[in-house]
């Protein structure tokens, strides 16, 4: 199952996606709500989904689309989750986790738009995972079975303030517009479909990232342990999973107006955005 939001009279609304078209959710008993969905118990309602009538289509994956988790409690970043990203950076091959604010979420198809006082803006593609029901101190088993879903997400970052002025991490990464997610949420059948996922990041249509969710450090499961021992995780909570190598501040190539980011994973529609940066414009 593809979960959506789209952007109904000023209210996101429940979607979901059948061959590239996107159809409301509705019920004759009651509207299926994304504080339902997302908030409380996301694995138990994923049931009364499949029951749900659809209406539409009434929008394409041509067509732009709200984040999927669009009100997270929080979302974590997982940093230097590739060995061969840290080496790329100069950085110690060790994983290290920042949050991220939830007010920098944007959706599928729309603008990435860099502020004036943000220098040096890089794309970064990953795997997003959604966590479906509270885990405190999870054991392995615990964390592989509170695993909702995944996503494409792009963790775009002012590496200036990064590492230029070393500003917080959650800065670089929290700027409005800076973590794109979607096209959709795909629900997962079996941990097992985790394991051999592979993402793919293009700019303007050249591929410049490659990465297998094997080549991670720590698993998704792995990361949802180590988190969960110091903080309980809540339905609709997103972790961004790491990049792979391919990153842009490397070779000193940074986003430009105009440019166009797609994040791929095996088997989903590309996650597309469009980087605007009005300054740049201007001068």
Request: with cysteine; charged share 25%.
């Amino acid at each position: 199952m593809l979960l959506a939001s789209v952007l109904m009279n000023d209210r996101a609304r429940l979607a979901v996606v059948e061959k590239g078209q996107v159809f409301l959710v509705s019920s004759p008993e009651h509207e299926l709500t994304y504080s339902e969905l997302f908030y409380e118990r996301p694995l138990e309602l994923l049931s009364r989904l499949e029951r749900a009538d659809l209406e539409g289509p009434v929008a394409s994956l041509d067509s732009p689309l709200e984040p999927p988790v669009p009100r997270p409690s929080k979302i974590i970043g997982v940093g230097k989750n590739y060995a061969a990203h840290a080496r790329e950076m100069r950085s110690v091959e060790r994983t290290v986790f920042f949050m991220k604010a939830p007010s920098a979420l944007t959706g599928h198809r729309h603008e990435v738009v860099v502020p004036p006082e943000v220098a040096k803006p890089d794309y970064e593609g990953e795997i997003v995972i959604v966590i479906g029901k509270a885990v405190r101190r999870a054991s392995e088993a615990e964390a592989k079975g509170a695993i909702l879903g995944y996503m494409a997400g792009n963790d775009v970052t002012a590496r200036d303030l990064q590492y230029d002025e070393c500003m917080p991490w959650c800065l670089s990464k929290s700027v409005d517009t800076f973590s794109p997610t979607g096209p959709y949420l795909k629900v997962v059948q079996d941990y097992s479909e985790l394991e051999d996922l592979c993402l793919e990041t293009r700019l303007n249509g050249d591929v410049v990232q490659k990465g297998c969710a094997r080549e991670m450090m720590h698993s998704f499961a792995e990361l949802i342990v180590e988190l969960s021992k110091y903080m309980t995780l809540r339905p609709g909570d997103l972790i961004f999973t790491g990049t792979p190598p391919g990153v842009g501040h490397p070779r000193g190539r940074y986003l430009q107006d105009g440019d166009m980011i797609e994040v791929s994973i095996t088997g989903l529609d590309a996650l597309v955005n469009v980087v605007s940066r009005p300054a740049s414009r201007a001068a």
